[in-house]
DNA sequence: GAATTAATTGAACGTTCGTTTTATTATCGC
DNA sequence: GCGATAATAAAACGAACGTTCAATTAATTC
């Protein structure tokens, strides 16, 4: 047999990829092999080969396109020119929402990093870096306002970031809490962690029990 | 060839250990070969196979001993009959000592899992739930004293675990940051994160900037 | 110092891996 | 409807994998 009908490369690429986030997730990428995922798709190892040139090459581009839809949801979701308290709280919505969204390409994006090459590690760190310094920024101004009470900004920023994206390893939908749930509480822990003081502005809309923690 | 002068299976056992728990961590478990492991302990492959079984049931050991190792850190650490703030502390200082200590190990603890057969999953697991209860009794009986006020016991263990355990991925001995300067900032952060009040008797040792955020 | 046991080597086994090559068929533009 | 091209199958490649086995030598026991 050869091309098969109603055969469509398009759609074969997307059901790869999909098929191949799901596989490296759950099984690790060293452990998936090329054999395994055409299984999932529904096809020859061979075909896949017509996609992406290198099981590598597969990998990366997963991860690149998550690190690049990262930095596009955060681009969309930032407010334009507001107080850090408000930027903080946009901060940790888009990251709760965008990770749990994609738990699957989240944890293929941190648990196989090794697996790629030394020049493109360095890209996907790159992009994870900035990622980050948006978030230090973030807590350095409100420092700087008097707003945050914070140690060490750079600790704490990779605090903040270690304990929000954790949440991929617990939550499951549908299950006791709802994603609305988890990220109130996650913005009610953080706005405690950074000392965040609530003033006139932006106590109208209230993060959790940050008010009992407060000195009022 | 055959025995080699001076071999000892004691010292052999030990050296494929270290060298499994380093290759692991820097590799990956699926990613590391017997015959590189065999190479860096500086013997053949086959002799693996007089310590373990399969390599599978090195990873196994490496995992379970690790996770009693904790559990026993802990069981040294606890305090006999303190007060919350004072047991969360303690708990705080032990995970991090013994996860900065443990790096390695640890990272082959958290990311390989998957590689585990389900019977000596559950049985890791096991443990790991047991650690974890401990915090989330510290958290309970802290909201039921008052003197800690969380939505969420199960939620804000799991995130303070996340957030400790994360230690791991970005921190370098001998690098900008002392092993207790971090363990300051994060049982600073901690402390900030539950909304822990201090009390007079508790107050004799305070935790960083704790002070600033709580209502005095 | 002979017999026994402990530790290791070197070669081999069958399997699976990522990848390549070649051939074949479906689809599309004209 | 015919040529061009896109999409796939089928088979094969050499290399590497975890593991086993028989042979060999060092250390220990008596």
Redesign the interface.
């Known amino acids: 047999m050869a091309r098969t009908t109603g055969s469509d490369g398009e759609k074969t690429e997307a059901a790869v990829r999909e098929a191949a986030v799901n596989l490296i997730a759950?099984?690790?990428y060293?452990?998936m092999s090329m054999r395994q995922l055409a299984a999932e798709v529904g096809v020859q190892a061979a075909a896949l080969y017509r996609y992406f040139p290198t099981k590598e090459d597969l990998l990366f581009t997963l991860m690149r396109e998550h690190m690049e839809g990262l930095l596009a949801a955060w681009s969309t979701a930032r407010p334009a020119a507001a107080d850090p308290v408000s930027r903080l709280a946009a901060y940790v919505e888009n990251h709760i929402a965008f990770h749990i969204e994609r738990r699957h390409a989240t944890h293929v994006s941190n648990?196989e990093l090794?697996?790629l090459s030394h020049e493109r590690l360095t890209q996907v760190l790159k992009m994870r870096t900035a990622y980050e310094k948006e978030l230090r920024t973030i807590l350095r101004d409100g420092v700087e306002a008097g707003v945050f009470?914070?140690?060490?900004t750079g600790?704490?920023a990779?605090?903040?970031?270690?304990?929000m994206?954790?949440v991929i390893?617990?939550f499951r939908p549908g299950e006791r809490?709802s994603v609305t749930e988890?990220t109130?509480?996650?913005l009610?822990?953080t706005m405690?962690?950074v000392?965040a003081k609530i003033d006139a502005s932006s106590a109208a809309r209230p993060f959790?029990?940050v008010t009992?923690?407060?000195?009022?």
Do not use: F, N
Not at 149 to 152: E, F, N, Y
Not at 212 to 216: I, N
């Open positions: 759950r099984l690790g060293e452990a648990m090794r697996s009470s914070i140690d060490d600790l704490t990779m605090a903040l970031i270690q304990m994206t954790g390893v617990w809490l988890v109130t509480t996650y009610s822990m405690r962690l000392g959790g029990r009992d923690a407060v000195a009022l």
